[in-house]
């Protein structure tokens, strides 16, 4: 079955509470998390992603992006339904959920035709006048100078309140009005982290950085048309999996 087009993604950063709960954090996320909000109306696929490396005894952080057909899968009655009434092991794993950043945006530019595992995300603020143009140029001169594998960036939407409230992020002056993501692809980590920081500098006339660029590998990619059951139903909890962690002892 044929894809639609993503116009839209949900860009979502985290960290977890503590090292050992990446094992149960990492089995509910792959398993029951993402596979029931990919199986929303709207939503296209979904791609997590997990920080290089820490610190020793510290724990990873996250990105996940949702592809979507259109922001409005963000506002559908069953998407609120999934937050407002969780399964048993979504509720448990909030409370371990540290560093929670979610961004709607619409898909503003997309340059490349193939994905690689190593990721780096921008969180930047600038004029909306000014930034799409140089952004659009820049990003499409890297894919064409094989620096880069494929890039995208999007535009910040406003959808409605969510119940886990974003982390404050830095203050930029009046005039950066407009957040956007960007999302670059590459296979050569050393040479992605490189690309990166210097895409922040050519940017920095049009746009701020409100948070450091952060480097990220591949670990899972579901797709709705691969789910069970009908398109767009809530995919089923994984309680069995849930009380393989529960009889461990381990807490978020």
Known sequence: MTQPAARAFLALWNSIAS????PEYETWHTFEHVPERV????FIEARRYRSHSEASGQ????FTCYWLASAEALNTPRYRDVFTHPTPWSARMRTGLRDFFR??????????VSTASQLATLHLRGNPAHF????????SALV??????????????????????NEAVAALPASADTDFVVMLQGIDRATL????????????PVATAASAPAFFELLSQVRQDELAGPLGSRQPARPDLHRSFLSSGDMP
Not at 103 to 112: N, V
Not at 134 to 139: I, T
């Open 132 to 139: 799409g143009a140089q952004a659009n140029a820049r990003l």
């Open 144 to 165: 064409d100078q094989a620096a880069v594998v494929c890039a995208h960036w999007g535009t910040a939407a406003a959808t409605a309140e969510f119940p886990i409230a």
């Open 103 to 112: 961004l709607p945006c619409t898909l503003s530019g997309a340059h490349g």
């Open 59 to 62: 724990p990873p952080r996250y």
């Open 19 to 22: 090292a050992p709960l990446q």
């Open 193 to 204: 982290r490189d690309h990166t920081l210097a895409l922040v500098q050519a940017l920095s």
């Open 39 to 42: 199986g929303l109306p709207g």
